[in-house]
């Protein structure tokens, strides 16, 4: 599903954010991408959505060649990737259900169909009852819970989760952790950048280990 | 899907337009100055101009006969006109004519004349000119040799008039054209500003609207589309405030304007072709702006 080769990615000043990266993630895998701050894992994350490109090495995504993706094809990329910001990225002045809509707004979604979706996935991450807050009132773990929906509107094929646990305590961590492995068990490819290593071992899942901008272990 | 996206376009088109509060306002405000000066000038220079044109069409030396001319002299006079190379055509308007004719130009006010008990207007040639004898010095010379004929008291010709309003409309053409493309271009900015801060204020919006995979032309549309609305929207105002001021000014002029515009049409407001023109313009002005201002951000 994710595929790359010999990935490096180099800013002005020579600042090496990843060198040499060689990986690859099987379709309707559960991955963590881990390491301490700094390691690359954010850099990474925004090479497969394309936010970023390399500065060498081939990156594939669901087949397309994201470093050779021409401009008109990167709508279609970005719907297949959900995408779950280590800053939330969420527009704190509009209600949660207006968070959402904007996605079924690209897409195109009748006002009816995401009305229902909305509601289906504010269930799911028991959000329901704050379909009519702004961001703003609510705690971390539900403005979490928020972008997790969001990233979840598109019904993507890969999911890339950036420290979804950040500034959570350990239940409600593993909480977010629960959800994302069910949306795995429904067929989404899933990626979850973090630095918390106990969480890793805590879930047995693959890890991919980052540090200085290298693949440094992977763990089963 | 196509009725999603029109109501998508038209939705964040408005919404747009309403963030974009005094911002909005400064820009639709900048480009009806914009155009209500251009537009003065344009008006000003067609309807002078067809004026100008007018006069030089029908234009004529005038020779006033004395009053104690017999009607022999008359006709000898008459003669002696159409034997100059260069006169087309003579008209001759006797006293009771001249009167009767500057009756018809003060309609509506002849109470002027009522305290009148002779006729104080002289007959008169009225000479047509050959086109290629309509300049000032041959107009000089004619006017020197009619003055030398028997009978003839006075001369009175405007070539010099009709010289200075024509160099004076391609002047005014002139200044319009330059004073428009100066506005027109400071308006652009202007737009360009207003937009580039309605695509900040929006800045995170858009971010996201790309990150779940909008096209670049989905956030960029309706940005235009909003800058397009202010430029056709100013140079509506304008259009309307102008044709405003142009009644008042009829209105104003009212009582001499017929006296000035004896004969010919009384001033008229632009056309359709010009109305249509300049909110085109203007809406154009407003979509490059607006395009310019997306476009670096979105590079970005």
């Known amino acids: 599903m994710i595929q790359m080769f010999h990935v490096s990615k180099i800013y002005p000043k020579e600042v090496v954010a990843l060198s040499d990266i060689t990986l690859h993630v099987q379709k309707g895998e559960f991955v963590f991408l881990s390491g301490p701050s700094g390691a690359g894992k954010t850099t990474l994350l925004r090479l497969i959505f394309r936010d970023e490109l390399p500065t060498s090495g081939q990156i594939l995504v669901n087949g397309r060649n994201v470093v050779r993706l021409r401009e008109s094809k990167l709508p279609a990329l970005r719907r297949s990737i959900g995408v779950i910001f280590q800053d939330f990225k969420l527009l704190m002045d509009r209600t949660v259900y207006d968070n959402l809509n904007l996605v079924a707004r ?68 593993l909480d977010v952790m629960r959800l994302l492995v069910e949306v795995n068990i429904r067929g989404t ?12 071992s805590e879930m047995g899942q693959r890890a991919l280990i980052l540090k200085q901008g290298r693949l440094m272990e992977e763990i089963h | 899907m196509f009725w999603e996206r029109l109501r998508h376009l038209l939705d964040e088109t408005f919404l747009n337009f309403r963030r974009g509060g005094w911002g909005v306002v400064a820009s639709i405000g900048a ?16 309807n002078l101009g067809t004026v100008v044109a007018q006069w030089a069409e029908d234009f004529q030396v005038i020779a006033f006969l004395a009053d104690a001319i017999t009607p022999e002299q008359v006709t000898l006079l008459r003669k002696r006109l159409e034997g100059e190379l260069a006169v087309r055509e003579v008209t001759y308007v006797s006293r009771e004519e001249a009167l009767a004719d500057f009756r018809r130009q003060i309609r509506g006010q002849e109470s002027l004349l009522e305290g009148l008990k002779t006729n104080p207007l002289p007959a008169s040639f009225q000479l047509r000119i050959q086109k290629e004898y309509q300049t000032p010095t041959a107009l000089g010379q004619l006017a020197v040799s009619l003055r030398r004929m028997e009978g003839v008291e006075d001369v009175l010709y405007g070539q010099e008039w009709v010289d200075r309003l024509t160099s004076l409309v391609q002047v005014m053409k002139i200044l319009g054209i330059v004073i428009g493309a100066v506005l027109g271009i400071a ?33 960029q549309i309706p940005l235009i589309l909003d800058g397009t609305l202010q430029g056709g929207l100013g140079a509506a105002l304008a259009l309307g405030m102008l044709y405003v001021l142009f009644r008042a000014t009829l209105w104003q002029l009212g009582a001499s304007a017929p006296l000035i515009f004896s004969g010919g049409e009384l001033g008229r407001f632009l056309d359709v072709e010009y109305r249509m023109g300049m909110v085109g313009v203007g809406a154009l002005l407003g979509a490059v702006g607006s395009l310019v201002a997306v476009r670096r951000f979105l590079r970005a």
Not at chain 1, 141 to 168: C, F, K, W, Y
């Open chain 2, 187 to 219: 308006s652009l900015f202007i737009v360009a500003n207003t937009i580039r801060l309605a695509v900040y204020a929006r800045a995170q919006e858009i971010e996201i609207m790309r990150l779940v995979g909008a096209s670049r032309s989905y956030v």
């Open chain 2, 31 to 46: 480009i009806t100055v914009a155009f209500l000066v251009t537009g003065t000038f344009l008006l000003l220079t067609l």
């Open chain 1, 106 to 173: 690209v897409l195109g979604v009748p006002e009816a169909v995401s009305r229902r979706k909305i509601g289906r996935l504010l269930k799911e991450v028991g959000l329901l009852r704050k379909a009519d807050e702004t961001p703003y009132k609510l705690s971390g773990g539900e403005q979490q819970r928020v972008a997790i929906a969001r990233a979840l509107m598109s019904d993507p094929a890969i999911l890339l989760a950036d420290e979804p646990t950040g500034n959570l305590d350990q239940d409600l961590a």
């Open chain 1, 189 to 200: 490819t899933v990626v979850v950048a973090t630095h918390n290593r106990r969480l890793v």
